[in-house]
């Protein structure tokens, strides 16, 4: 039986992820990811990315996304988590409200919205919860022919 005290602290190391990243914090999610003996063993998808694997590789990743994303906001929905001893798995939508670089300097770029599903795999350490893997998939927006039930390409 999981003990709540573990999906509790499963879902505070979830969010202290999505809240570094909305901060542009680069130690704070460098320190969320596994790393020692574990390091090489990490792996990251985001979007439309291949799979990138090894601690440098990931956190590179995320150093290119925060250098040029100027605005990130993340709404989590459909949060689920499930803890089998020292391995966690959580599972979410990702509403995202981002905005890259501007035009002009002193401007806000442009803010886009999108929906990825992600799933976020943890494992526990003596200094807590660590990111093992983390995929995000884009989900696809319906169309207005999808909603008025053309299935033709």
């Known amino acids: 039986m ?7 602290n499963v879902e505070a190391a979830n ?19 596994l790393d020692g003996a574990e390091a090489d063993d990490i792996s990251c998808v985001h979007p439309g990315w ?10 590179r990743s995320y150093a290119l996304i925060m250098a040029n994303t100027e605005y990130i906001q993340f709404f989590l929905t459909d949060v689920r988590v499930s803890v089998s001893g020292d391995t966690a798995v959580v599972t979410c939508t990702e509403n995202i409200l981002s905005g890259g670089p501007a035009e002009e300097a002193g401007e806000l770029g ?3 919205g999108q929906l990825v599903v992600a799933t976020n795999v943890f494992r526990r350490t003596p200094d807590g919860w ?10 696809l927006a319906e169309s207005e022919d999808d909603e008025d039930g053309d299935s033709t390409p």
């Open 2 to 8: 999981t003990s709540r005290t573990d999906v509790e």
């Open 110 to 112: 442009p803010l886009v």
């Open 15 to 33: 969010t202290a992820f999505y809240e570094a990243m909305e901060r542009g914090a680069f130690e704070e999610v460098s320190g969320l990811w």
């Open 130 to 139: 660590r990111i093992w893997s983390h995929h995000g998939s884009p989900v």
């Open 50 to 59: 291949p799979v990138l694997s090894g601690r440098g590789e990931v956190l």
